[in-house]
């Protein structure tokens, strides 16, 4: 299983951005598709998730301002951005939940992670 993410960049604050991570190779199911975000010096923390029945959590942080959302027929996961400010500076890294078969259990796969750089 590859995850593969896209749409890191620069934005200025107040700017907005666009994630996207697309689930590849041998997938049976998805059930959950996160982005968790690190900034220097930091832990790797939760930014948001959406569950197979489109449940989402979100971190206090970014609540009303990120908005995540995945297409279940293409296995993928995006993250819109807005109002973004200089301490969403992180390299986001997607995570996806995924059955490779039928009856197996699920397993967390990462990207390789994706660069948001918020100047003020």
């Given at each position: 299983v590859q995850l593969q993410a896209s749409g890191g960049g620069l934005v200025q604050a107040g700017g907005?951005?666009?994630?996207?991570?697309?689930?590849?190779?041998?997938?049976?199911?998805?059930?959950?598709?996160?982005?968790?975000?690190?900034?220097?010096?930091?832990?790797?923390?939760l930014v948001a998730i959406i569950r197979s029945g489109a449940k989402t959590n979100y971190a206090d942080s970014v609540k009303d301002r990120f908005t995540i959302s995945r297409d279940n027929a293409k296995n993928t996961v995006s993250l819109q951005m807005n109002s973004l400010k200089p301490e969403d500076t992180a390299v986001y890294y997607c995570n996806a939940n995924v059955q490779r078969r039928r009856y197996s259990e699920g397993m967390d796969y990462w990207g390789k992670g994706t660069l948001v750089t918020v100047s003020s």
């Amino acid at each position: 299983v590859q995850l593969q993410a896209s749409g890191g960049g620069l934005v200025q604050a107040g700017g907005s951005l666009r994630l996207s991570c697309v689930a590849s190779g041998s997938v049976f199911r998805v059930n959950s598709m996160g982005w968790y975000r690190q900034a220097p010096g930091t832990q790797r923390e939760l930014v948001a998730i959406i569950r197979s029945g489109a449940k989402t959590n979100y971190a206090d942080s970014v609540k009303d301002r990120f908005t995540i959302s995945r297409d279940n027929a293409k296995n993928t996961v995006s993250l819109q951005m807005n109002s973004l400010k200089p301490e969403d500076t992180a390299v986001y890294y997607c995570n996806a939940n995924v059955q490779r078969r039928r009856y197996s259990e699920g397993m967390d796969y990462w990207g390789k992670g994706t660069l948001v750089t918020v100047s003020s």
